[in-house]
C-alpha cells in the first residue's frame, strides 16, 4: 500500500461526500486506501460512507475525538508507506495524491510534502509558511487582513512570491502528506491540540527529527477553509483556537512569549 488517505469527520456529510468522490475520481495509478474517522456525528455522515463508500475504512467514535486524536486513530490502522491527513472540506481536481507521493519516493530526506492550496473559485490560499513566534503572527496577520479585503489583489501576488519549491516550516493539515516513517519517529499528532496548531506542532517535530518539511505547488487542491469543523459556533472555535494557540506557545517559545500572547489576547478581549 502507497498511501493511506486519513480523513476526520464530523457533522460534514455533504463536505465528505464531496472530497469521497473526488478522491476516487482523480486518483490513479497508484496504490491507495481510505479511512475515515467519524467524531461522533449527528448527520448522516457514517449512512454515507457505508452505503456510497463501501471500500473505505470507517471508524465510529462515540465521542468527538477531535482532530489530532482522529488522525492518531486513523494513522493507527494505516498500511500505508504515506499518510495523507486530508479534511473534508478539500476537493482534488488533479491526481495530486500520485504527484506527492512521487515527489516523496525521489527525496528520501523529505519528511512531509503540501500542494499548492486554491479557494474555491481557483484564488491562492495560504497553506505553508515559517513557524510561528511573536514577530511571525503579527506579520502573517497583517497578510490575512490585507488578503482579505484586496483579496483580487493580494492572492496573485502572494501565489507568485510562493510558486516554487522549497523547504518550509510548516504545512496546513488540510492536506499534508507524511512519511509513515517520520510520523511514528515523533509519534504523531499532540493530543493535547484539540484542533489547531496540530499541523505547525507536527511538521516542526519532525523537522527538528531530521525531516524536511517541503512545499510542492506542482500540484493544486481545492480547500473550502473552515468546513470541515462541522456545525460549530463560531465562539467556541475561537476559543479551542486560543486554548492551542497558548498550548504552541508554552510547548515551544518558552514563559515569555507566552506571557506576552496571553496579555495582548486579554488586552484585545481575545482570552
Known sequence: MKVSIILVNYNSSALLRQCLKSIYEQTKEISFEIIVVDNASSDNSRQIVRSEFPHVHLIESSANLGFSRGNNLGASLAK????????????LFENSIKVLADFLDEHPAIGAIGPKILFEDRCFQLSSGRLPNLFREFADKIVHSLVRKWRKIMCPLLERWRNTTKAVGWLTGACLMVRQKAFLQVNGFDENLFMYFEDKDLCKRINASGWQIMYYP?????????????????????????????????????????????MYLHATGNL
Open 218 to 262: 506542482v500540484t493544486s487542491i481545492i480547500h473550502l477553509l473552515a468546513g470541515s469543523s462541522g456545525n460549530v459556533n463560531t465562539q467556541k472555535i475561537n476559543e479551542i483556537y486560543r486554548t492551542s494557540q497558548l498550548y504552541y506557545y508554552r510547548k515551544h517559545l518558552g514563559r515569555l512569549q507566552s506571557a506576552i500572547v496571553r
Open 80 to 91: 500505508g508507506t504515506y499518510l495523507l491527513f486530508l479534511n473534508t472540506d478539500t476537493s
